[in-house]
């Protein structure tokens, strides 16, 4: 047997009508006119076949029929509203990433800890080649993106700058034997390369005042993220971002041998498109890295610093 199709409406407006006994209160309640409430009502009372209210001049009160359908009404209605705010409540927004490969380890990190603070946002990552984002043509809230710091970019904020440095397993240096006390013991090692013109290393070894070691050999790797992977794996040394394996780091997993950190005055910045068209999730990750990361303007220097210097800050 089907059910009989319930007059929502006309309930809510009876059960507004019954807690102010005024048709004109209700009608002020509800945003609508008198003569409307009293319709609604009427015809309520026509598909029930009997009386809600007895109207008597300046007064309104409820019938038999109205005192006892009252409480349902309410205690319905209420549930109802329980159930549409829990529905609301299961319903989360929807955040999405874009961040190059090499970072997106380093994200990923920060996502998690993102969602236990704020379990009701889901954040979608997306690792890209690209550095860059275009946020009128890709379907992206946020992005993270590598550039020169500091940017003149009002809508980049520095994340965290680029620190590079020799990167290996304990495993691996076991096998070779040769402790890496000095730059040129580097020769004993294979190397693994970041890019195809092989910058990083030339650019660190040429910092440490090593630039006759040569960099002629060695692996080569479309990525950042590959050639530390490959690090981690135990193929050879690679140099590798501080940041992006500062919990290997931490727990072991590779040894950074030598104190010095090149600073290649690039870095990783935090994009998001204008506040106007940013959604509410966006701006609040966009504040709440911010908060957690953001880069002050005299630590983007090109230069060498002091791996032990930067662990203790």
């Known amino acids: 047997m089907a059910r009989p199709v319930l007059p929502l409406y006309a309930l809510q407006v009876f ?4 807690s102010t006994l005024s048709f004109t209160r209700a009608a002020d309640e509800l945003f609508i006119t008198q003569s409307a409430v009293s319709k609604q009502i009427s015809q309520l009372e026509a598909q029930l076949g009997y ?3 007895h109207r008597q001049v300046r007064k309104l009160t409820l019938s038999a029929q109205g005192e006892v359908l009252l409480p349902y009404v309410t205690r319905a209605l209420s549930t109802l509203e329980k159930g549409l705010e829990a529905t609301g409540r299961s319903v989360k927004s929807r955040l999405r990433l874009k961040a190059p490969s090499c970072a997106s ?29 275009n946020f009128a043509r890709e379907p992206f809230d946020l992005a ?8 003149a970019n009002p809508s980049l904020t520095p994340l965290f700058i680029e620190q590079l440095t020799p990167v290996l397993t304990p495993a691996l240096a076991e096998q070779v034997g040769v402790p890496l006390t000095t730059p040129s013991a580097l020769t004993n090692y294979p190397l693994l390369h970041p890019s195809r013109d092989k910058r990083d290393w030339t650019q660190w070894l040429a910092a440490v005042g090593a630039g006759e070691i040569g960099v002629a050999s060695g692996q080569i790797f479309e990525t950042l993220d590959q050639a530390m992977s490959a690090a981690l794996q135990g193929f050879g040394v690679s140099i590798a971002d501080v940041t992006l394996l500062k919990d290997e780091l931490a727990h072991g997993a590779v040894l950074a041998p030598f104190d010095q950190l090149l600073l290649t005055g690039c870095g990783y910045a935090l994009a998001r498109p204008p506040a106007d068209k940013a959604s509410a999730a966006a701006l609040l990750m966009h504040d709440w890295l911010l908060a957690r990361h953001r880069v002050e303007p005299e630590a983007m220097k090109r230069g060498l610093v002091s791996l032990a210097a930067t662990v203790a800050g």
């Open 51 to 53: 009386p809600l209210f």
């Open 15 to 18: 059960e507004v009508a019954a």
């Open 144 to 151: 993270v993106v590598f550039v020169p710091l500091p940017s």
């Open 105 to 133: 380890r380093w994200l990923l990190g920060e996502v998690r800890e993102f969602a236990r603070a704020h379990p009701e946002i889901e954040v979608e990552v997306t690792s890209a080649h690209a550095h860059d984002i």
